[in-house]
């Protein structure tokens, strides 16, 4: 079955500080990997996805490599502010349906 | 843009009452799917569907059931809300093709209250 984890469950870091946060999946067989953001209260937001072709993908300061074959998957942000503080979950299709299997999140404070 | 609206935002009822949360997509997606999230559990699937009339159940689909009449519209129904059935709800969808699954889009969340 497949398990997705997230480590540190919290992070909190200067403004302007590069960061990484990551996430490890059990088995390696997914057609993709996503990221998302959750603001407190909010719906998910999108913010990569990353085909299992794929070795990286990048979207303005955010930038999110896959490597299946030791199961993990790591988000990059580049010179963090204020405004990146959110919980960030990673997830993985466990099978072609669609559906999701999440991470618990990293919630991330980015401190002025 | 993608757009996945959810009925309401907040949403306050009694223990024993009929709950319906609507969700409706714009993209024409086939996938659609509801969620719960609750603090210490994550995100949990409840119900999903891949075409229309067609429904499986998730992680956790006791006490819901879904209906899903046109492809742009998923229904989750709470036949009896009970107290344990506080909690934010989520809808998603997304597309697939035969060898390609396509990103989820989430909508704002209804926080249902049941007391």
């Known amino acids: 079955k497949q398990e997705v984890t997230q480590i540190p469950a919290a992070l909190s870091v200067p403004e302007g500080e590069n960061l990484v946060l990551n996430c490890s999946f059990t088995d390696s067989a997914i057609y993709n990997l996503q990221w998302f953001r959750q603001d407190p209260g909010k719906g998910l937001t999108s913010l990569l996805l990353?085909?299992?072709?794929?070795r990286e993908q990048t979207s303005g300061r955010l930038n999110a490599s896959l490597d299946k074959s030791s199961g993990r998957s790591t988000l990059y942000i580049a010179a963090s502010q204020p405004g990146d503080s959110a919980t960030y979950l990673c997830?993985?299709?466990?099978?072609?349906?669609?559906?999701?299997?999440f991470g618990q999140g990293t919630t991330l404070q980015v401190k002025p | 843009d993608v757009k996945v609206t959810q009925s309401s935002r907040y949403l306050v009822k009694r223990t024993g009452e009929k709950v319906f949360l609507e969700c409706v997509q714009d993209m024409d997606h086939e996938n659609m799917f509801w969620y719960r999230q609750d603090p210490g559990l994550g995100l949990r699937l409840i119900y999903f569907?891949?075409?229309?009339?067609?429904?499986e159940k998730g992680d956790i689909p006791e006490g819901y059931s879904v209906s899903r009449e046109k492809k742009e519209r998923f229904s989750l129904i709470l036949e009896s809300a009970s107290t344990n059935q506080t909690s934010m709800y989520l809808c998603?969808?997304?597309?697939?093709?035969?060898?390609?699954?396509?990103?989820?889009?989430f909508g704002p969340g209804t926080r249902l209250t049941v007391t």
């Open positions: 998603a969808s997304s597309w697939t093709t035969v060898d390609r699954l396509g990103e989820q889009y």
């Open positions: 997830a993985v299709p466990p099978g072609n349906t669609g559906k999701l299997i």
């Open positions: 569907s891949y075409d229309v009339k067609m429904k």
């Open positions: 990353i085909q299992s072709s794929q």
